[in-house]
């Protein structure tokens, strides 16, 4: 299945300041297959090792952390001659070894001609409390990327409309798109909804076709979930992260979707759920989207830890988790509308962590207006507001640009393209179009 993160791996091979690579994702998104596929077609060989298959690997980082004995060691294991920037080494699982993990310092500062890379499903809770934690971890001597479920772009080429995405990207006018298509795109985005982005989910309807069968392939993928809650989360954390993980749908289809804990049960408070929640937002399995009360530059700065939303990291899992059936496709906007626009929003959130690789943050006025989604790009603060229907309504956009005065007023609905004074209205399935997408990787 071809992915966009194929770019992002080219650029990091080519990179002048390439570092070993931490490739971060929650579980099942397709990290294992990337690399392999990377190492296969874009290396003479590949050298693999899973340290979660194969418990006797972490021996050899017992012995020694030095490059070039690893090598020699790797080699033999794999019976793959390792050769400088000719052969990709890719450490899976890597977080079952956290002295594999911290050999990545001495890789990067003793055998920078050697390619390596690295991925770990719970790498960001197995490293105390996220990426920059934990003494085995080599800060400052690694680049990043995060992988994700397929985006509705990604989705398109999997499901053989190449072109039609092509078209949609290079679409440059704000003229509407030729009604044909906007209607064919659309219905794709109603699959989409319903389907996600997983890879073994897209994969079957690609082969089957058959919906009842990708809702059962998510209803797996959802217990799987909830059986690494069992396995790798602190034990006195399980029945907090299972009931947030359970509770999701449930919070996003309140009018405002804010994360209210009194609603998991009446005396709950915040500090009693923030580790389950950390721990399922460094799972990969969470979005979390913070208020900020003034949007001024950094967003960060500004914004309220205390009050947020939450999104599922996949549109398809909300909807199984939702229990929403297949009919909701052909039955007009309803898989859009659904549950006050839950499915839409959090299609939104996923798009945009996926495309920017920010965090969310919304803003509101209290009582008098809410926008969705600020989006920080260009040094300047964009206002974007989602419409689960064809809505034309933009108070809130209006109350933020009296406000605020920002250049350019977003809104995202089911309508065509088009362009009214300073609103910009951006059909659901472009929504990515005004994120800056080029390929990169983060120290």
């Given at each position: 299945?071809?992915?966009?993160?194929?770019?992002?791996?080219?650029?990091?091979?080519?990179?002048?300041?390439?570092?070993?690579?931490?490739?971060?994702?929650?579980?099942?998104?397709?990290?294992?297959?990337?690399?392999?596929?990377?190492?296969?077609?874009?290396?003479?060989?590949?050298?693999?090792?899973?340290?979660?298959?194969?418990?006797?690997?972490?021996?050899?980082?017992?012995?020694?952390?030095?490059?070039?004995?690893?090598?020699?060691?790797?080699?033999?294991?794999?019976?793959?001659?390792?050769?400088?920037?000719r052969t990709l080494?890719?450490?899976?699982?890597?977080?079952?070894?956290?002295?594999?993990?911290?050999?990545?310092?001495?890789?990067?500062?003793?055998?920078?001609?050697?390619?390596?890379?690295?991925?770990?499903?719970?790498?960001?809770?197995?490293?105390?409390?996220?990426?920059?934690?934990?003494?085995?971890?080599?800060?400052?001597?690694?680049?990043?990327?995060?992988?994700?479920?397929?985006?509705?772009?990604?989705?398109?080429?999997?499901?053989?409309?190449?072109?039609?995405?092509?078209?949609?990207?290079?679409?440059?006018?704000?003229?509407?798109?030729?009604?044909?298509?906007?209607?064919?795109?659309?219905?794709?985005?109603?699959?989409?909804?319903?389907?996600?982005?997983?890879?073994?989910?897209?994969?079957?309807?690609?082969?089957?076709?058959?919906?009842?069968?990708?809702?059962?392939?998510?209803?797996?993928?959802?217990?799987?979930?909830?059986?690494?809650?069992?396995?790798?989360?602190?034990?006195?954390?399980?029945?907090?992260?299972?009931?947030?993980?359970?509770?999701?749908?449930?919070?996003?289809?309140?009018?405002?979707?804010?994360?209210?804990?009194?609603?998991?049960?009446?005396?709950?408070?915040?500090?009693?759920?923030?580790?389950?929640?950390?721990?399922l937002s460094d799972?990969?399995?969470?979005?979390?989207?913070?208020?900020?009360?003034?949007?001024k530059f950094p967003?960060?700065?500004?914004?309220?830890?205390?009050?947020?939303?939450?999104?599922?990291?996949?549109?398809?899992?909300?909807?199984?988790?939702?229990?929403?059936?297949?009919?909701?496709?052909?039955?007009?906007?309803?898989?859009?509308?659904?549950?006050?626009?839950?499915?839409?929003?959090?299609?939104?959130?996923?798009?945009?962590?996926?495309?920017?690789?920010?965090?969310?943050?919304?803003?509101?006025?209290?009582?008098?207006?809410?926008?969705?989604?600020?989006?920080?790009?260009?040094?300047?603060?964009?206002?974007?507001?989602?419409?689960?229907?064809?809505?034309?309504?933009?108070?809130?956009?209006?109350?933020?640009?009296?406000?605020?005065?920002?250049?350019?007023?977003?809104?995202?609905?089911?309508?065509?393209?088009?362009?009214?004074?300073?609103?910009?209205?951006?059909?659901?399935?472009?929504?990515?179009?005004?994120?800056?997408?080029?390929?990169?990787?983060?120290?």
């Amino acid at each position: 299945m071809k992915r966009d993160i194929y770019q992002q791996l080219e650029a990091w091979k080519t990179h002048p300041r390439r570092k070993p690579l931490i490739l971060n994702g929650a579980r099942q998104v397709g990290k294992t297959y990337a690399l392999k596929h990377f190492g296969k077609t874009a290396y003479k060989n590949m050298a693999y090792l899973n340290f979660e298959k194969d418990e006797r690997l972490a021996q050899y980082f017992e012995e020694t952390l030095d490059p070039k004995q690893l090598i020699h060691t790797l080699s033999i294991y794999t019976e793959v001659e390792i050769e400088p920037q000719r052969t990709l080494i890719v450490f899976d699982e890597v977080q079952q070894c956290p002295k594999a993990l911290n050999s990545l310092k001495y890789f990067c500062e003793e055998a920078g001609d050697y390619h390596i890379t690295a991925a770990g499903s719970l790498l960001g809770v197995k490293t105390a409390g996220g990426m920059g934690g934990g003494k085995s971890f080599p800060v400052g001597k690694v680049n990043f990327l995060h992988m994700y479920p397929l985006t509705f772009f990604e989705f398109l080429t999997a499901l053989q409309h190449e072109k039609t995405r092509q078209f949609l990207e290079e679409y440059n006018t704000y003229e509407p798109l030729p009604n044909p298509i906007h209607e064919k795109v659309s219905q794709l985005l109603k699959y989409y909804f319903f389907i996600g982005g997983m890879p073994e989910v897209v994969a079957d309807y690609v082969k089957n076709e058959k919906l009842q069968i990708v809702r059962e392939i998510q209803l797996e993928i959802l217990s799987a979930y909830e059986r690494d809650f069992a396995k790798h989360a602190p034990p006195h954390e399980i029945m907090k992260i299972t009931t947030v993980w359970k509770q999701v749908h449930r919070q996003l289809a309140k009018e405002n979707k804010k994360f209210i804990f009194s609603a998991i049960r009446k005396s709950a408070r915040g500090r009693d759920y923030e580790e389950a929640i950390q721990w399922l937002s460094d799972a990969g399995l969470i979005y979390k989207s913070h208020v900020v009360e003034t949007p001024k530059f950094p967003l960060s700065a500004y914004a309220d830890s205390n009050i947020f939303k939450v999104f599922l990291s996949d549109v398809g899992l909300l909807g199984a988790q939702s229990n929403l059936t297949p009919k909701t496709i052909i039955e007009g906007d309803l898989l859009f509308t659904e549950f006050k626009g839950a499915l839409t929003e959090n299609y939104i959130a996923q798009e945009l962590r996926a495309a920017c690789r920010k965090e969310l943050y919304y803003w509101t006025s209290e009582g008098i207006a809410e926008i969705d989604f600020l989006i920080e790009e260009d040094h300047a603060i964009y206002p974007l507001e989602v419409k689960a229907g064809a809505s034309s309504k933009k108070k809130s956009l209006l109350v933020y640009q009296q406000k605020y005065a920002p250049s350019k007023l977003i809104r995202a609905t089911t309508m065509n393209l088009k362009h009214d004074g300073e609103i910009y209205n951006y059909p659901l399935y472009m929504v990515s179009k005004f994120i800056d997408t080029s390929p990169h990787t983060n120290d």
